[in-house]
């Protein structure tokens, strides 16, 4: 009777051993982390007509770019050369003819005042580059000598300017003659106005 009741807690004893271990297996697998899997991406290769189309749209944008760059700085420079067109016929506008006597190329003395005006508007504005003085005569006379005292009168004109400050480089002359009347008419009224030398800004 004592070898069964040994044998009985011996048999108990290994049954709880057991379930022990079954137990604390269990519980370690239950305790260990769950790692998610990770599913990798296809990548997918972009196609060469997909390419060519990104290089295409990328090369449009560029071109926009330039072309709307260009069209500004265009813009500046028309402005630019408005603005500075404008100050020059504002000058243009002011400059004074002077007048000669008949078959004369020598500067009155009311011609020495208004080339002093003319010298000071030239002088005092930066926006005035070269000048061009222009000899004129009526129309009495033949016309090559007309040319030749038109070109005197002018000559005349931008020497006395030089005198009193003008940049000599800055002046040049022309004669127009009796080709350019400014006044129509065959009386001393319109050939007084016709004997004439005028200042224009060279454009």
Not at 77 to 103: G, H, I, S
Not at 172 to 182: L, R
């Given at each position: 009777?004592?070898?069964?009741i ?8 290994m ?7 079954f ?10 982390p ?11 290769p972009?196609?060469p ?7 295409e ?11 709307e760059s ?11 050369v ?6 020059n ?9 002077v ?58 004109v ?28 065959d ?6 106005k ?10």
């Amino acid at each position: 009777m004592r070898k069964s009741i040994v044998a009985s807690l011996t048999g108990i004893s290994m049954a709880v051993l057991l379930s022990g271990c079954f137990t604390s297996k269990e519980a370690v697998k239950n305790e260990e982390p769950v790692v998610p899997a990770v599913t990798a991406e296809k990548v997918v290769p972009a196609s060469p007509s997909e390419v060519a189309k990104a290089a295409e749209t990328a090369k449009a944008a560029e071109t926009a770019k330039v072309v709307e760059s260009a069209k500004v700085a265009q813009a500046e420079a028309d402005k630019k050369v408005a603005l500075q067109n404008a100050k020059n016929a504002t000058t243009e506008n002011k400059f004074e003819a002077v007048y000669f006597d008949f078959d004369k190329s020598d500067i009155r003395q009311d011609a020495r005042d208004v080339l002093s005006k003319n010298a000071d508007l030239i002088l005092k504005s930066t926006s005035v580059g070269n000048i061009q003085v222009a000899g004129h005569c009526d129309d009495r006379g033949s016309a090559e000598y007309n040319m030749a005292l038109g070109e005197k009168r002018a000559k005349s004109v931008q020497k006395y300017l030089t005198t009193i400050g003008v940049n000599a480089e800055k002046l040049s002359v022309i004669s127009y003659g009796k080709e350019k009347p400014a006044v129509k008419g065959d009386d001393e009224a319109a050939w007084a106005k016709n004997r004439r030398a005028e200042l224009a800004i060279i454009k």
